[in-house]
């Protein structure tokens, strides 16, 4: 799954997997121009810390995680895939990622080769 610091940018990459969402808590639906505008007064409003991210899965669903270690609170599920199987979490397994910013690391390295964030 692709991270953002935005959800401005995790709409854009979204609406390249899909072309129509609905809130994981309710019925409204979302065309790509109403995601667009709902994300920008979004970030505008309540912009994401530090620690926090939003991922969009490949089949464009968009979540937020506090930080690493969270939960993913599932936010817009595209409506071409109802029946959408979404992790509760962002952990890889098997393959070694940043905590930071998601890239794959390479075996025994010390620091991201994308960002730089020193490894655990």
Known sequence: MDRFGSLS?????????????KFSTSD????????????KTHDEENP???DS??????????????DSDAAIDWLFLPLDAPDLDLPATDKPSGSRFCSR??????PGARFCGRCGNKLA
């Open 9 to 21: 940018e995790a709409a854009q990459l979204a609406m390249t997997r899909c072309t129509s969402w």
């Open 28 to 39: 409204e639906t979302y065309d790509p121009a109403s995601l667009a505008s709902i994300a």
């Open 48 to 50: 994401a810390d530090e």
């Open 53 to 66: 991210f939003y991922l969009v899965s490949p089949e464009g669903a968009i979540g937020f995680a506090e």
């Open 101 to 106: 910013c998601g890239a794959p690391t390479a």
